[in-house]
């Protein structure tokens, strides 16, 4: 079973930039997507961008041009670049890893608040 270590969130001002990292260990099967979602205060969790098939890139309407995802296959680590952070992007953001056999794993979430 997989195991998922989120890491980079925090404050920052509008227009700042933050780099989100999620790190996965333990039994590790053939990953077929790994990504990240966001859930604000009172909002359903929404998708913001993956990788899948170790190379398709998919992103959320609203973060496109400002965000962007990278995979490290040997580290079986996924980072997400955030530039031009808007106070819209505050939310929790979560990990979340689908292996060969889309079995899903979450990671436990990591806070990024955008102040105005």
């Known amino acids: 079973q997989e195991q998922l270590v989120e890491s980079g969130g925090g404050l920052v001002q509008s227009g700042g930039s933050l780099r989100l990292s999620c790190a996965a260990s333990?039994?590790?099967?053939?990953?077929?997507?790994m990504g990240w979602y966001r859930q604000a205060p009172g909002k359903q969790r929404e998708f913001v961008a993956d990788?899948?098939?170790?190379?398709?890139?998919n992103y959320a309407d609203s973060v496109k041009g400002r965000f962007t995802i990278s995979r490290d296959s040997a580290k079986n680590t996924v980072y997400l670049q955030m530039n031009s952070l808007k106070p819209e992007d505050t939310a929790i953001y979560y990990c979340?890893?689908?292996?060969?056999?889309?079995?899903?794993?979450w990671g436990q979430g990591t806070q990024v608040t955008v102040s105005s």
């Open positions: 979340r890893l689908v292996n060969m056999y889309r079995e899903i794993t």
């Open positions: 990788i899948r098939d170790g190379a398709t890139r």
């Open positions: 333990g039994t590790i099967f053939s990953i077929y997507a």
